[in-house]
Structure formats: structure tokens, C-alpha cells
């Protein structure tokens, strides 16, 4: 919209400009603090709520414990692996941990963070020297957090192992009667802790040897380059880089024994992300795809605690409290207007909340009355291949899943790239479909061939088809048949 204005206070906007949004003379002076009432107003957040920036950060900050406090999923004395992209609302988070574990706070958090940053830099265009001077840079802000950090590359989720598609044995949430008695029991043994050594221990602050920093193997990046240049549609390119992300980001919380993993999700990018997904036809895991709790992987749950800040709020707290950020680059793509669904989805959202404020969070308070049930399955054969999700595919007539079928003749063995892979030999990209799910299945279908596909995907994917082939054959064949000589 343009908002320009001349000396007499025209333009061309000025007439059809909402009468709400003028400013009249008497409102040249500056506000006071809705808050204190002392302090002159800083930033206004919404119609009405402007602060200082004292009680701007007491706000920021008691949003952030009050959504931890309220949800109680992260038990005291448990290990806590923080994502961290390097944008604004994943630095706010680190700040707010940083901040929460501190001496001066008068109620600290009580879990063990640490911290993972996956390098995307090959499949965003950037060079080989690009991407060192990057990690570079991101190395060092994770030093100065001071709590254990990994850097990963996304070229190692090719060697990821196919277990990384199945959901870990048991839960790692705790029922919510036993939250009390475990917070009563790690602080007896913190004070025991701290009578012994003085009071000098901070959790997170121990020292752990970091992931090497170096760059992969050239073959390794030129393969996962291969896999995003086979893919069709930069829509698919998106999901797939959001799964290997996943994937590595799960794999590492696994072997290092984290249960829990933060993310850095804002109002806002949780409101796209919810249109994005019902466009993509996950409408029924919205629910677990957005909310603060995911807990689809078993034994790590995913949680979301900046899902209730705008992305106003966190640019603002980073601004006035010196967050440092790292801006990466988005994936290259050769079209200008509606590059994917997911930017087309972003800009849309953006552009409404410019003319009808209440947009974002209007879309995010729909999200929140929805439940996770759906997205549940009850065994292996009822879960996605890929988003390990319920599969939404019962009544495929119905829910018209037919289009979504691939017929074609068998892939048979590449020229020896792949032989040694347990996909070796002939296989179809129809086999792969009753795995997935609806979304999965529509994403499947643009991600090119299967010789470029990860190792882990085709592996467990073949070890499905063969469970279940075993599964059928067994109900199918008489007892008497399958144990000969037997009465």
C-alpha cells in the first residue's frame, strides 16, 4: 500500500485510509506504558498495548516460562536439545534459555540444554568457501551460549539409519500427577549438589567436545545435490529438505541422549504452516504438525515454546536486546512469482495481516482447537513411511486417493550407483505408495527416481513391503499347509 504524504498530509492513500489509523495532532506525544504507566511507550504491539521496554522484556520473558509452566512436559534434570536455525525466533529461544538458567532468575529452569545447528548451505546455493565463513560465524555464537553444541551437515542424512523411520520404544512425556514430586526431588538434589561443591553448578555449562566443523566429503555433497535436482517441484523441495532436517535433527537427540527437542516455531510461522499443510492435505495432523507437543517419534517429543510470540514481538525483543541472528539464504529456485506453496501460503497470510491485524492470530487460535487424535496409529502398518504419521487412506473411493496411484513398469538397477543398497535389483515406486500417507503421497510423487532417493528411505520401505508380505502369506496359507507332517 502506499502510504506516502506530502507536506499537507496528502497522497495517494490518504482518502481511502481507515479512520481508525489517522493520527490527529493530540496523539503526537509519546505514550505512556499500558504497564507501569511511567515509562514512555516503546513499541506498540497491538491497538492498545504499548510498552516500555522494561516491561516489554518482563512480558517476553513471562510468556516464554508461563508456556513451559503451563504445558509441563520437560521434567526437571532432562536433557533438551534446542534447534536452532539461526533466525529470529530460534535466537530469541536461545536467549530466553540463556536467560532462564542464569543465577539472578528467581525461578530457573531445571532442564540440561544443548544445542544443534544443521548447515543447508549446499542445497541453498551457497559456495564452498560461503559455507565456511558461515559456520564460522554460527560456531561462534554458539560458543558464546555456552552450553554443548553440534554442527550438523544436511549431506549427513543420506547415512542416517533406517530406524530413524520408526518411532523409539516408549514416550518420553511423564504423566502430569508425577510432575510436582519430580520437581521436589531434583531440587533436594541440587542443594545437595550444592553444598558440596559450593553452588557453582549451572546445568547446561559443562563442556562437551563439538561436532567436527569441516566440510563433507565433495561426493557426499554432489549425491544430496543429485536428490534435489531430481526432485520436480520446488513444493516437494521444501517437504524434502523439512524431512531430512527432521531426520537429522531426531537422529542426533537419539544418540546423545536428548528426550526433548526445541524448536523455534512463532505465532505467525505456525499459522502459515497450518494453511500450508491443509493446502498440502495433512488437514487431519495440523494438530501435532503445529501444536506445542509432538510426540510421534516415541521416545523424543518435539515442543514448540515461541509458538505464542508474532514474528513483530520477536523482531522487536531482538532488536532492542541485541539478539544476534544469522540470515540464510532460501532455496534457489528459477521462478519469480508462486516459487511453492509454502511462499505463495506466506505471502498470502503477510499481506492480509497488513490490512486486518487480527489475521495471523486469528488462523492460530483455529489451530489450537484441534486435536491430535487422528494423527495417531496403533501399529506399523497404520503408520506413514515418511511423516510417521496415521495413514488417512481408509476408503480410498471416498477420499478420491485413487489419482494418487503410480502405475509403471519396475526401476530396474542403476548403472551400479546403487547396487550394494538393499534396493538392489528391480523395485517400483508403486510398491512405495500404500506406505504413505495422503500428503506424503502427492510429495512422493515429485521426488524423481528412486536411485536418488536416501539409502535409509528405500531400506526401511523394503523392509515394510517384505513385513508385510510375510504377514499376508501367513494368514493366507492353511496351518496344515505351512507345517507338513504335522497333525
Avoid at 23 to 33: K, V
Avoid at 304 to 315: H, Q, W
Avoid at 389 to 418: F, H, Q, W
Wanted: aromatic content about 6%; overall charge neutral.
Amino acid at each position: 500500500m502506499c502510504e506516502a504524504a506530502g507536506d499537507d498530509g496528502g497522497g495517494c492513500g490518504a482518502d481511502s485510509a481507515p479512520a481508525r489509523r489517522r493520527r490527529g495532532p493530540g496523539h503526537s506525544h509519546p505514550r505512556p506504558c499500558v504497564k507501569c504507566g511511567q515509562g514512555s511507550a516503546a513499541l506498540v504491539i497491538r491497538l492498545g498495548d504499548a510498552f516500555c521496554r522494561g516491561c516489554f522484556r518482563e512480558y517476553f520473558v513471562h510468556k516464554f516460562r508461563a508456556m513451559l509452566g503451563k504445558n509441563r512436559v520437560i521434567f526437571p534434570g532432562e536433557k533438551v536439545l534446542l534447534a536452532l536455525s539461526g533466525g529470529a525466533a530460534s535466537s530469541a529461544m536461545l536467549r530466553q534459555v540463556q536467560e532462564g538458567l542464569s543465577r539472578e532468575t528467581a525461578k530457573r529452569l531445571r532442564f540440561v540444554p544443548g544445542l544443534i545447528y544443521v548447515d543447508e548451505g549446499a542445497v541453498r546455493g551457497q559456495s564452498a568457501a560461503q559455507r565456511e565463513q558461515s559456520l564460522a560465524h554460527v560456531e561462534t555464537l554458539l560458543r558464546a551460549a555456552g552450553f554443548p553444541y553440534h554442527l550438523a551437515h544436511l549431506e549427513q542424512a543420506l547415512e542416517l539409519p533406517a530406524s530413524i523411520l520408526r518411532p523409539g520404544p516408549g514416550g518420553s512425556g511423564e504423566p502430569n500427577s508425577s510432575y510436582k514430586e519430580a520437581v521436589e526431588g531434583f531440587i533436594q538434589q541440587q542443594r545437595h549438589e550444592g553444598d558440596r561443591d559450593g553452588g557453582n553448578s549451572l546445568p547446561g555449562s559443562q563442556e562437551l567436545p563439538p561436532d567436527a566443523p569441516h566440510l563433507p566429503a565433495t561426493a557426499r555433497t554432489q549425491e544430496l545435490l543429485r536428490l534435489f535436482e531430481a526432485v520436480e517441484t520446488p513444493t516437494a523441495r521444501e517437504e524434502l529438505l523439512q524431512m531430512l532436517r527432521t531426520h537429522l535433527i531426531l537422529q542426533t537427540a537419539r544418540s546423545r541422549g536428548y528426550t526433548k527437542v526445541m524448536t523455534g516455531e512463532s505465532c505467525t510461522r505456525v499459522a502459515i504452516k497450518l494453511l500450508t499443510n491443509l493446502a498440502l492435505g495433512r488437514g487431519a495432523f495440523l494438530a501435532v504438525d503445529t501444536g506445542f507437543a509432538d510426540n510421534r517419534h516415541g521416545d523424543v517429543m518435539v515442543v514448540r515454546p515461541m509458538r505464542e510470540y508474532t514474528a513483530k514481538e520477536i523482531a522487536f525483543y531482538n532488536h532492542f536486546f541485541d539478539v544476534p541472528t544469522v540470515i540464510t539464504p532460501p532455496l534457489p529456485t528459477k521462478r519469480r512469482e508462486k516459487p511453492s506453496i509454502h511462499h505463495l501460503i506466506e505471502r498470502f497470510l503477510l499481506g492480509l495481516q497488513e490490512d486486518f491485524p487480527s489475521t495471523i492470530s486469528t488462523v492460530y487460535r483455529t489451530g489450537e482447537k484441534l486435536s491430535p487424535a487422528p494423527a495417531q496409529a496403533s501399529s506399523e502398518s497404520q503408520r506413514c513411511l515418511l511423516c510417521l504419521c496415521a495413514l488417512d487412506i481408509a476408503g480410498e473411493e471416498e477420499l478420491a486417493l485413487e489419482p494418487t496411484l503410480i502405475t509403471e513398469e519396475p526401476e530396474p538397477a542403476g548403472n551400479g550407483c546403487c547396487q550394494d543398497t538393499p534396493t538392489a535389483g528391480t523395485e517400483s515406486k508403486a510398491a512405495f505408495i500404500p506406505l504413505l500417507c495422503y500428503s506424503c503421497r502427492l510429495t512422493f510423487k515429485e521426488l524423481g527416481p528412486l536411485a536418488t532417493l536416501p539409502t535409509y528411505v528405500r531400506a526401511e520401505a523394503q523392509r515394510r513391503i517384505r513385513r508385510a508380505d510375510t504377514q499376508w502369506q501367513s494368514q493366507e496359507v492353511p496351518l496344515e499347509d505351512r507345517e507338513p507332517g504335522k497333525s
